[in-house]
Structures are given as structure tokens and as C-alpha cells.
């Protein structure tokens, strides 16, 4: 019996599942149900190491005493290493900064088992009572089971309707509009310090700079958060939230600044809610972030494509494939690292993760801009968010690259949404703003085994924070930098007064932001 409970707590300890039970449910929130296959993948996973491990533990009992004694230490070495990289996930979970990355993972896993192998070696009367001990300890977590399982089961017979792509509420003519339309393009990962003040020499980005001469830029925003999931429902509610937690049907609670209550995301709340009654139609493409159900309700049309972060995803698990399918990812993937000397593979998987997010998000982005009925238009792009997936000497897609060469996308692909939008009939009566959510997080890429010294020299080893806002009237044809410190959460009193039909020009703007108590003086360009 303490053998298979040793090996149900192997099981436990070995088989990715930590993401889908995680108390706060962020994983599936931007995963998006049903996962039904996937954790069919996980549970069988679980059952066919399960099975292994008691096995294993068995058998060496039958071998001489050194090969046993061997064996078994570096059994309980894997676990040490196990339980210490599970703790460090559950810190990043709860929001605590670290650096665990997966060059480390593999560091500190050798280290151990060469510990645990010269223990067992040379000291085996320290190593057996240590052995003894992990053991006891993984057949006692063997107990876990008793509640993670069920849980599992729970969120694997979840299976609420697909959102990916939704057309949600047929099209009202706007009352208040007047046939304005409003297109904000948000890039993800865009930062104003190498976009406009510190571009790599001989890189060149043509659009943003045109855009940027016949705009309103903003030179000083600070940003509301480090990270996308809460940046921008920030940015819709116009309060800077700290925390956000899902229940397991994917709807949205946050905390505010120095505020201790638990809110509900309440979506009529939003910018898009406020578009609607001031009658405006809405329509949003991104990815990440599940738009298509957090708001749900005030959105005319939506697609969303989320990003593959539950366990083994990356990996090629997928819920369109089956439960046994699934299951046999994790060791196939076990097996490729063993026998492969090469990390590119996975690298470049990775690359063509974001290739399909990215060509996906633009096929819809592309037929929502020539959507004519839709007046207050979001676009949430994947670009010139990490990993690289760009050559910008050739100006072609494919895994590689850096973040520099992800930025040179980023302009090519906002030279052809302006291009689509200027040949649209409602050209003439379009503002367009161009944003992001946070800028380069340099702080935290350079941490990952990609990060070049092309990479290195670009960012000077500092992390700028400052994200970027160009705003283009219609017709406007001069160039004005706000060089004021302000919050980026006054993008959306900015946006609310357009949706109001209060500010149309870059006088309406300037004169806004002198009522709010900031300067508003201008650099011509």
C-alpha cells in the first residue's frame, strides 16, 4: 500500500496540472473552457505514472544493495527538486517576483541528482534516513489526490460555449455618433523609448514616424501595471486595479489601488459600455485577454484569441485533440528532451505559437476595420510581445529573431491597417490611436536563455516603462508632443470625451487636458 501511495504522489508531483486548480483560476480564465480533452490528457498522464513509479520502486527492492540504495536517493532527489519548482510556480501564481527560469530548472534538477548519487555513494548512512524520509512525505501527499482529482473532474466536465469568435448583438444605428468612427490599435509589448527616442541604429520605422509627425504623441505617460491581464481592463474601467482573480465560468473580479473588497468586472462599466449608450456600435479583435466574455454584453461583434499557457500547451496539447493524444505529449516531450542535444526546437514551437496568433488576430482584424457598421472599433495585436517572429532584413515571418525585430512588424503592420483604414468610406471621419499596454519589460526578458546581446545593447541594461500614445484626428496633418508626466489612465477619460462627441480635434484635446490640471503645451514637429 505505501508503495502505490508513493507512486500516486510521484504522480502528483511529476504530472503538470498545478495552472488548472490554481485558487485564483487565471490560467483558465485566459485559456477559456472546456479543457476537457486536455485534462483527459492530464488524469491519464497522472494514472500511467502513477503506475510507473510503484513499479519502479517495486523492482529495485529486488536489486543488490548499492544499486538499490542508488536508485532509490536519486528517486527522492527528483522529488526534492519536484516539490522546490512546484513551490516556486505557486510564488508566481500568488504574485510574488522571481526569476525561476527554465535554464535554471534544468541547472538545479542536475545538481540535485549528482548530490543525491555521490550522498548515496559515499555517505549512505546520511543518505538512507534522508530517503526514507522524502518518501514517507510523497506517500503522504499521495492524500492531496483526494481533493485535486476531484477537481480536475469538475473543471474537465465544464463546458460552456465557445467565445472565441462571436457575433453578439445585431448592429443599432448610432443615435449620437454622427457617423464618427474611432479605431484604437493597441500593440502589445510597444515601447515609446525604442519606438521614438532610441531606435537601434540602421533600423528604421517609417510608420509610426509618419503617424507620430501628423499626431498627437504623449512622451511622458506612466504605466497602471506590469502585466496585460491587468493593464487593460484598467484601462477600459479608468481605475488602476492590482489584483484580478476568475471564477471558474472565466468571470472577472479586481481589486483597486489600497482597496481590500473584491469587485465584480461590471462591463457596462467600460468604454465599450459607455460607446454603446452614446450610440456607438462596438466590435473587438485581441488576443489574451477573453474578451468575448467579459464583455459580452456591450460588444456587436468580437473574436479573441487566447494565448496556450495551460501545461503541456506549448507542447502541442491541444482541446481539439483527444484525451489520449493529449496524454501522450508529455512523454514524448520528456523523451525529445532526453534524446536531443538541441534547445532550438522548442524555441522555435514557441515561435510558431505566436506566427499562428499573429496571422490569426490580423486575418479578423482586417475584416472588422472593413466592417462599416461598426463605430468604436478595439484591436489588441500580439506584436511586439516576445517571442521573436520576424527576419526585418527580409520582412518575413518565421520563429527567430528578437524583440527589435518583432518592432520592425509592429510598424509594418501598422503601415497596412493605415492603409486599410484610409481606404475605407468612413476614412475622413476616423480618429485612430495608437497605444500599448506596457512597454518593453526588459526587466524580465533578459532573464530567459533567448535574450540576445543585440537585445542587451538596445535596452543599455535599464528598463524604460513608458508605453506609447499617438491619438490622429481626422484630417490632421500637424504633429504635437505632450511632454507632461501623466497616467495612462487618462487614455480613457480622452477616449470617453471622443465617445461623447467632445473632442474631435487636437484643440478639443489640448483644452482637456489644461480642465484636468496638466500641461498642455506642444512641440511642433
Known sequence: MRTGLEGIG????????????????????????????????VLLDMLGVALLASGFLLAIEYLPKAPERILGTLFAGVMLWRIADLAIQLSGMLQIEHFWQEHLRKQSCVAI???????????????????????LGIAGLAFSA?????????????????????ALHPFTPAVNASSRRIVWILFDELS????????VTGMKLPNFGRLRTESVSFSGLRPTGFHTALIIPSLFLGRHIEHIRSTVAGDLWYKEEDRSRWLAFDPNATLFGFAQRNGWSTGVDGWYNPYCHILASVLSTCSWEPLPGLPMEPSGAAEQKSALANAAILPNALLEKLTSLRTAPADAHMGDIHIAEYRNVMARTHAL????????????????????????????????GTYLDNLVLADDTLGALLKEIDATPAASRTTVIVSSDHSWRTSLWRFFPGWSAEEERASGGRFDDRPVLLVHFPGQRSGMDVNSVLSVLLEHDMIAEMLRGKMNNSEDLAAFLASQGHSAQAEVH
Open 369 to 400: 476595420i472593413e466592417n462599416q457598421q461598426v463605430s468604436f472599433v478595439f484591436l489588441h495585436l500580439p506584436v511586439p510581445h516576445p517571442p521573436g517572429i520576424y527576419d526585418r532584413q527580409l520582412h518575413l515571418l518565421r520563429p527567430g
Open 10 to 41: 510521484a504522480a502528483l508531483l511529476l504530472v503538470p496540472f498545478l495552472p488548472y486548480i490554481a485558487p485564483d483560476h487565471i490560467a483558465l480564465y485566459l485559456h477559456g473552457l472546456p479543457v476537457t480533452n486536455m485534462l483527459g490528457g
Open 146 to 166: 483526494l481533493w485535486i482529482v476531484p477537481q480536475l473532474l469538475y473543471f474537465a466536465l465544464a463546458r460552456p460555449p465557445a467565445e472565441r469568435t462571436t
Open 192 to 199: 515609446y523609448d525604442q519606438t521614438f527616442d532610441r531606435q
Open 113 to 135: 541528482l549528482l548530490l543525491s548519487g555521490t550522498l548515496a555513494w559515499i555517505l549512505p548512512r546520511i543518505a538512507q534516513p534522508a530517503v526514507r524520509t522524502v518518501r
